[in-house]
């Protein structure tokens, strides 16, 4: 699928918890899809996603297969945070933030300057693959 076709098929879908499908996403579950749909690869999905835990425990499950980088590029995914906490994920395809916005929201492209003046920090990360080529890269990020 091509990114175009992608956004048009997205675009307004709205939000629901723990939704991966083309007709409702949560935040995650739109990640899921754009690598699916468009990249054609199946990224790691940890077990506590399905089974509802909270983000920050996704979180920590996931980033390890995910590599800091300084600065965006198309593909890859923001996290964003309130304070010191991982509250909000997304993703940067042509040149913009398209992500799923929580509890009555639902999936849009905004400027990604807007993203980082609605939360406190704002990481950029590109999928690694592997555990290893992953860890080696937050190590690389946090020296």
Known sequence: MLK??????????PWKNRAC???AADCWGLVVLFYR?????EIHH?????????FITCFKDEVVFWR?????SDGCIFIA???????HVGLIVNGMALHSRGE??????????????LYTKV?????????DSARAGIAEGAS
């Open 123 to 131: 990481e950029f990360y590109t999928y690694a693959d592997d555990r």
């Open 21 to 23: 499908t083309f007709e």
């Open 37 to 41: 749909y468009v990249l054609g690869k």
């Open 81 to 87: 945070y309130y304070g010191s906490q991982q509250a």
């Open 104 to 117: 009555s929201g639902h999936v849009r492209a905004d400027p990604v300057r807007m993203i980082q003046k």
């Open 4 to 13: 175009s076709e992608f956004i048009s098929k997205v675009s307004g879908i």
């Open 68 to 72: 800091l980088t300084p600065t965006f």
């Open 46 to 54: 940890s077990a506590g996603y399905e089974s509802g835990e909270d």
